[in-house]
Each structure stands twice: as structure tokens, then as C-alpha cells.
């Protein structure tokens, strides 16, 4: 007799196959293990569900494992990151503009950047990425970040357009010269499994060539634009890590002037320590 007969007779159901079905010893104890079964999965059914509607209120955001989307969360912006210069951009600029944010760790170590959940946030499994819960809006790459919150408040963006284009035109720069050159340099010189001399030569001199670039433009200025921007910011935490790359900023007063005056800021003092 099939596990399927026995159901039948379990749920008691009149069918003409389960009317004609002797109840021999055998259907007996296939029906018993049946019992025994459906019984184990609606405990464990009714014990998990219990356990997630508390876990709403027995977890902070912080204990909670950070694939799970969405997360009950207290301020409007959800910010996802990590402890690496591109995540620090955002969270220097969340502090700079006074918006609250809760924090998401997503451990880029551990590949948490790659679970359908943040792939869903972010496409690209980089971090850092936002999602706005006022607007609905969720956006990925820092430097598309720094321009919305730099619109959402009005602050640290000009909006004459020969200003705003100038900071913008720093900004790319940041993203497409300062971010990657440095951030290859870092793998190169400090993670590489492999030691690459050309790798590490190339990296290095492009690195420096930048630190030229930014120390001109920093000769008449207090900030990259003048006025302190996003352009700073984008730009700051990656110079900021110049001894870890086994670098000096000796060679370039203009710029190192530029870093010793914005790690005073408090904002950035507190951005720079996030994730804790
Ligand atoms: N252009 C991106 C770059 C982001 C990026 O490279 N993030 C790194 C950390 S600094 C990351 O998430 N790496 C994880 C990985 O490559 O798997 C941005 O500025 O947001």
C-alpha cells in the first residue's frame, strides 16, 4: 500500500479507492508514522512563525543577520556599508548633512555583497548603497549618493550651475581617477596573494601623479572647490589612507594641508567610524 493510500484514509476522505481499502496492520502503522509527521511539521510551524513575529522586537538592527530585507528599521535612510573608503563617503556626508541613518553592515569579506537581497539594492554587489524610505528611492555608487543627498538638502552641492559643474567635474574625477587608481594600488600593494612589481609601479606613480593634480589644485583653495563640497568628500577618505598604502603626503603640502583641515571635521571624525 502506497504512503498515498494512507493519507486518504488519514484525511478521512470517502473516496471509492479509500472506502474499498482494508485496514490491514501495515496500513495501520503507515498511517501512525503519517500522524507522527504532519504532527513534527505543524509544531515546527507554529514555533517558527512565533519566533519571527518576536524577533521584530527582541533584535536591534545591529544583531540582526544583515541578509535580511527589508529590516525593521527606526530612521528614514538605510544605509549599506562597509568599513572602506567608499562606504565612508556616505556615511561622512549622512553626518554632514544631519540626516539619521540606520547602519547595515554588509561584510564584503564574507561575500554578504552578493546575497539576492542586496543585489536587489544594489545590482552591481558593491557597497555602499542607500534606500531612501521618505522618497522610496534606493541608490547605488557613492558618488550618485553624495549628489542626492546633496540635493535632498540643499547643502554642499551649488546650485549655480558654474559652481555645481565644477564640484561635479571634481567629483567624476574622484570616481573614475582618484577611487579606482587608489583602490588598485591598495589590492596590489596590500592584499595581492601574489607580489606583481608592475602592477604595484604602475598603481603607485598613477597615485602620485593624482597627488600632484590635487596638490596644484589645492594651492589657492582651502577646499577643491573652493568651498567645502562633495567633491571633498568623495575624495578625502581615500587620501586619508596614504600611510596604510605606504605613502607621505610630505611631497605635497597643498594637499596634505587639505587632509589635516578636514579630518578636524566632527562629522567626518564620526563618518570615518562607521561601520563600528
Ligand atoms: N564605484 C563604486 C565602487 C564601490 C566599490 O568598489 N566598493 C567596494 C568596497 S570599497 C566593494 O563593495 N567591494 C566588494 C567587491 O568588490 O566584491 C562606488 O563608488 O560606489
Known sequence: MSCLTGNLLFAGIPTAQAKHIKLTKTTVVINLIFINQLFRYTTMLAISHWSFGKSKYLFTNDQLPTTHYPLPTKYMIDLYTFTTPNGRKASIMLEEVGLPYNVHKIDITKGEQFTPEYIAINPNSKIPAIVDRESNITVFESGAILIYLAEKTGKLLPTDQKNRFQVLEWLMFQMGG??????????????????????????????????????????????????????DIATYPWVAVYEFQGLTLD??????????????????????????
Request: charged share 30%; net charge positive.
Open 251 to 276: 611631497n605635497h603640502p597643498n594637499l596634505k594641508r587639505w587632509v589635516e583641515t578636514i579630518q578636524q571635521r566632527p562629522a567626518v571624525q564620526t563618518g570615518m567610524k562607521v561601520p563600528s
Open 178 to 231: 582618484v577611487g579606482p587608481m587608489f583602490g588598485q594600488l591598495n589590492h596590489f600593494k596590500k592584499f595581492a596573494p601574489e607580489k606583481i612589481d608592475y602592477a604595484i609601479d604602475r598603481y603607485e606613480k598613477e597615485t602620485l601623479r593624482i597627488y600632484g593634480v590635487l596638490d596644484k589644485q589645492l594651492a589657492d583653495k582651502e577646499f577643491i572647490c573652493g568651498d567645502y563640497s562633495i567633491a
